[in-house]
Each structure stands twice: as C-alpha cells, then as structure tokens.
Nanobody, 120 residues
C-alpha cells in the first residue's frame, strides 16, 4: 500500500499564491510519474501538472506559466507552486503517484484531496 498525504490548500484572493505538497509513504521500490489533478464543482477531474521520474514536466494549458511542479525523489514528495491564482482555479486538488512496490507490483495511488478556493 502506498499512501499520499496532501497539504497546503486554502483560501486565497485572486492574484495570490499557494503551494501544495504531497508526500508518499509505504513500501515504495521505485517512483515513476507524480502529478496533480483537480476537480471543480460540476466538472470532471483534469490534469493540472505532471512530472516524470527524470524531471520532465507537462502542464494544462490553463496553468502554463503560472504553476510549477517539482519533486524530491529522495523524499518521494511532489510540490505544486501556484502563482497568479484565478477564481477558475478553485477546485479540489488531488495528488497522484505511480510506481512499483516490493516484488515489482505496480501502484497508482491518489491522495484524499485538498481544497483550493480563489476569491475574486
């Protein structure tokens, strides 16, 4: 079992910044891609940003240039720095991690979600 624990959500005014953090724990043998997704009320969950084990990144067009994803491989953590936040960024943000545990079993785990609310 791999558990993901997110932190850093909250309420911020438009134009402000927040930093989300996600820490993975468990019998992790190797960590592959890590990422952040979000789901706004009435919408489907969508990719926000993703980072590979080698550090290559991809972002949703709506956050490109405003959000930055990074990871600490030694600590199995992934961060999302969110700047110039807009009301349309309001959503529950979910951390995702993929990799293998002992004996080569793959995992694809999700965090519990953290609320980000941007007021206008």
């Amino acid at each position: 079992q791999v558990q993901l624990v997110e932190s850093g959500g909250g309420l911020v005014q438009a134009g402000g910044s927040l930093r989300l953090s996600c820490a993975a724990s468990g019998s992790i043998f190797s960590m592959n891609a890590m990422g952040w997704y979000r789901r706004a009320p009435g919408n489907q969950r969508e990719l926000v940003a993703r980072i590979s084990s080698a550090g290559s990144t991809n972002y949703a067009d709506s956050v490109e240039g405003r959000f930055t994803i990074s990871r600490d491989n030694a600590k199995n953590t992934v961060l999302l720095q969110m700047n110039s936040l807009k009301p349309e960024d309001t959503a529950v943000y979910y951390c995702n991690a993929q990799g293998t545990i002992e004996w080569g079993t793959r995992f694809d785990s999700w965090g519990q979600g953290t609320q980000v609310t941007v007021s206008s």
